[in-house]
């Protein structure tokens, strides 16, 4: 992406010689475009015109065959450009807060402008685009600035601008490009030189992310007829990447990385936030007919990705903060995605980069980049003096350290690096080579044959560490049998055995617990979950003990751990339920029963028995005032109502609230809820 000047000695041009530098004096500056020639309108940005009627309009000035670029010499002839029909007066028409866009309809045009010419189709990532603008941190107008698209979708925070929201909900396109004050309401061309959006607004939390209102919004706005939308080609480069990227989402953490599929149902993604044995939650990419989806709300609902068919859960097989790499197993493959093959040759300083990430500072995710390297070298990626240096390239990318994982590849689609959550300079990001990737991937894949004496050596000094684990596996076996059939003395001498050969053995660790009573077992617990490796029945089984000691925050917590990898399990989201009960959270635990009978229909028996379990309790607790317990049963059905796939379970839900919110008295509406929830039983 770079920052040039447009010299030209024409404006023969469609692009320039339909822009135009709009100055509302001492409020606020910009660029707009015309959009149409017979009744002299042109769009900018409502920002630009902020509450202003009249604006001056400047347009492109070629003097002695030179298109003027500087700004001062604009402002120094203003009247000789009056003259000249290159300065108008703009009278602002109407404004618009929803899409930040303003009219203005203009007292006179340049002989030779022309009027921009509408894309009909949402360019795909990747796409290059071109933007004008008129920044006011430079000297120049009529600055051009190129750069790709990185995803587009809808703009669910807008933006702020004087304490209101503008272009909230809008149809947006994100670009890399560097927006500053003065390029708002710049014309935003695809290659064929047609508008697909206005320039509106950057994102600061996120490198080179512009806002641009598309050109569908612009034309809504205009109140003009859409045509036909024509299919979008996808840029081979981009699409590769959304193709075999994912969303790798550790448990118990607010870390969220990219990771890139190296084979159906194996990813590779950076170290931070992960423990080797632990498990995460992993969103593919929705498709949703002709695009891919990057809106981030369209990922926070776990259950529903699973559902979908797109949520996979993953085990942490290998970690290495060196290098800053992670393998991850996936518990099934992903056949609609492609994986990447990894390059044979790391780059050379200046070849071209394609990346793609889940920054923050946006409200999308899947976000596509493009850059270079600029160079290549061994640097330290770990913290710590005795950090080691590895190989990595030096990517002029606008990537994020709280945000790495992500592939970065070469132009023939091969994957050349891994993004890394080194801190770097701004437009700098550090990504380990393809040859660091290879060697840890030999070391880490230890049940394929090694390619290196590294590799070799670390299989030779795992041998005894993997054969301790299998035969405390075993032992842990012999002793759960030992414990269902009532040998218990046999059952301990077994755990301690398995326990002796690996401390955080947790089938061992779970068994003992079950013989004991729920203070010890508790610790018993706590010391195979310290230990790792991530095993759903210990944290399971350690949420309902919580729960029988009253500490129903830890209840909760080890639910939740659970469900951040396997959001349709139904025991957790019952479990996560009972734990809300007990913290007097009534609400959150009716939605969790619905959650669980989203996830499996046929969980209604147990969910009902939970329903009318607390409402027993509230009937004893408040024996004098039955409409607790209705309100109750009430919250409870709503929630049910609300998580059933069901259309007839809906209705018939429906039906029994407002039957009950017929009842004469509380204690009527009380027999009639709980006889409705028994039936269910």
């Known amino acids: 992406m770079w920052l040039t000047l447009l010299v030209a000695a024409s404006l023969a041009e469609p692009s320039l010689s339909s822009c135009a530098w709009v100055r509302a004096e001492n409020d606020s500056a910009g660029t707009g475009f015309v959009v149409g020639t017979d009744k002299r309108l042109l769009v900018t940005c409502r920002h630009v015109v902020a509450d202003r009627k009249n604006v001056d309009v400047f347009f492109p000035w070629v003097r002695d065959g030179s298109l003027v670029t500087d700004r001062a010499e604009y402002l120094r002839n203003r009247s000789k450009l009056r003259e000249l029909g290159l300065l108008a007066t703009g009278t602002v028409l109407k404004t618009s807060d929803e899409f930040d866009l303003a009219l203005l309809a203009l007292d006179s045009l340049p002989r030779g402008t022309r009027a921009v010419t509408f894309a009909t189709e949402v360019p795909p990532p990747g796409t290059e685009l071109c933007v004008i603008g008129n920044r006011l941190d430079l000297d120049t107008v009529w600055n051009v600035t190129r750069g790709p698209l990185r995803t587009s979708g809808q703009l669910r925070d807008g933006y702020f601008w004087r304490g209101k929201k503008l272009a909230l909900n809008a149809n947006a396109l994100i670009a890399q490009f560097p927006t500053e004050e003065g390029d708002s309401g710049g014309p935003v061309f695809n290659p064929r030189g047609e508008v697909v959006g206005a320039n509106c607004a ?51 953490t607010d870390v969220h990385l990219a990771g890139v599929l190296i084979e159906p149902d194996v990813v590779l993604t950076a170290a931070r936030g992960l423990t080797a044995g632990g498990c995460v939650g992993v969103a593919l990419p929705i498709r949703e007919g002709d695009h891919w989806v ?60 394609h990346a793609l990430s889940h920054p923050n500072g946006l409200e999308f995710a899947w976000v596509y980049s493009s850059g270079s390297v600029r160079q290549r070298g061994n640097v330290a990626l770990d913290l710590g003096e005795r950090a080691p240096r590895v190989e990595v390239l030096v990517c002029q990318l606008p990537a994020q ?49 090694p390619t290196s004496l590294a590799g070799l050596l670390t299989r030779l000094e795992a041998v005894p560490r993997t054969q301790r684990v299998v035969w405390a596996r075993a032992l842990a076996r012999q002793a759960d049998a030992h414990r269902a059939a009532g040998r218990l003395t046999d059952a301990q001498r077994q755990c301690e055995g398995a326990i002796s050969l690996d401390a955080g053995c947790p089938d061992a660790r779970l068994c003992r617990s079950r013989m004991l009573a729920a203070a010890p077992a508790l610790a018993e617990l706590d010391a195979a979950v310290e230990a790792g490796p991530f095993h759903r ?52 635990a009716a939605t969790a029963l619905g959650e669980s009978v989203r996830a499996d229909p046929a969980r209604m028996k147990s969910v009902a028995g939970i329903i009318l379990a607390h409402a027993a309790v509230l009937e004893q607790k408040f024996p004098d005032t039955p409409g607790t317990a209705a309100n109750w049963l009430a919250s409870a059905l709503t929630g049910v109502q609300k998580g059933t796939r069901s259309p007839h379970r809906r209705t018939a839900i429906a039906d029994a609230l407002k039957a009950a919110g017929a009842a004469k ?17």
């Open 202 to 252: 950057l994102r600061r939390a996120c490198p080179l992310a512009s806002v641009l209102i598309s050109a569908t919004d612009i034309r809504a706005f205009l109140h003009s007829p859409a045509e036909p939308a024509k299919p979008a080609r996808p840029v081979p480069a981009a699409d590769a990447l959304t193709r075999a990227t994912v969303w790798v989402k550790p448990t118990a």
């Open 294 to 353: 990057s809106e981030r709300d369209a990922y926070a609902d776990p259950l529903g990705l699973h559902l979908q068919g797109v949520w996979r859960s993953g085990t942490v097989l290998a970690r290495d903060t060196g290098r800053d790499l992670a393998l991850v197993q996936l518990d099934s493959p992903s056949h609609a995605l492609k994986p990447l093959p990894l390059a044979e040759h790391v780059p050379a300083a200046g070849d071209a980069l």
């Open 401 to 449: 350290a709280g945000s790495p994982g992500g592939p970065v590849t070469n132009a023939a689609g091969e994957l050349v690096g891994i993004l890394s959550s080194r801190d770097g300079a701004q437009q700098v990001g550090y990504a380990v080579t393809a040859d660091e990737i290879r060697a840890f991937l030999d070391e880490s894949r230890r049940n394929t044959p």
């Open 537 to 588: 029945d210990v944290l399971l089984r350690r949420s309902a003990l919580a729960r029988e000691v009253k500490d129903f925050r830890k209840a909760r917590g080890d639910a939740a751990c659970v469900l951040d990898a396997f959001p349709a399990d139904t025991d957790a989201r019952e479990a996560l339920a009972l734990a809300y009960l007990g913290l007097g959270d009534d609400a959150k």
């Open 665 to 681: 008295d509380d204690a009527t509406r009380l027999a009639q809820l709980r006889a409705w929830v028994h039936k269910e039983r």
